[in-house]
């Protein structure tokens, strides 16, 4: 299995799904998708103002080191949030923990699909955490987010410390 070196959560997801390769190094602490179990953050993913539709956000590991038990939630806003730790201030639209089946599981747990019925463009923020499993001393994942079956764009907007 050939060797890769990145620091980018997409490179490190497309190494994991498509070339079958292991990493010898994870990253930088700080890159989003890449956290350090012990630190607890959540992430903070930014979709802008997306139209009306059926919003699912789903969280995948990407390697069997850096696995991890993913939490996700949708979180809508009257205002664009600038600041990650501003998360907590929007109106919850659906968390979720154990839905799919992990690319590479944790040791006692699945990933999270949230969704969300979306009735206006207001902002909408994800947040992406532990629920304190890690496997290791860092927890990668890849997240994505569809719109009636359409890929949406995600902005990282930084870590929210709790």
Sequence with gaps: MPTRHSSSPL????????AGCTFSKLGHEGDPGIF???????EVWLLGAPAPGLLVVEVDTVAPD?????EARIVRFDQ??????????GESLDRADDEF?????????ECPRAEAELVDASPIA????????CDGVFAAYV???TLDGDPMVLTFLGKDYY
């Design 11 to 18: 490179a490190l997801a497309c190494c994991a799904f498509l």
């Design 36 to 42: 350090r179990c012990e630190d607890d953050p959540e």
């Design 66 to 70: 850096t696995t991890f038990d993913p």
């Design 80 to 89: 664009v949030p600038t600041d990650a730790d501003q998360i907590d201030r």
């Design 101 to 109: 089946e992990c690319t590479f599981p944790p040791s006692s747990s």
């Design 126 to 133: 994800i947040g992406v955490s532990s629920t304190s499993t």
């Design 143 to 145: 997240v994505t987010a």
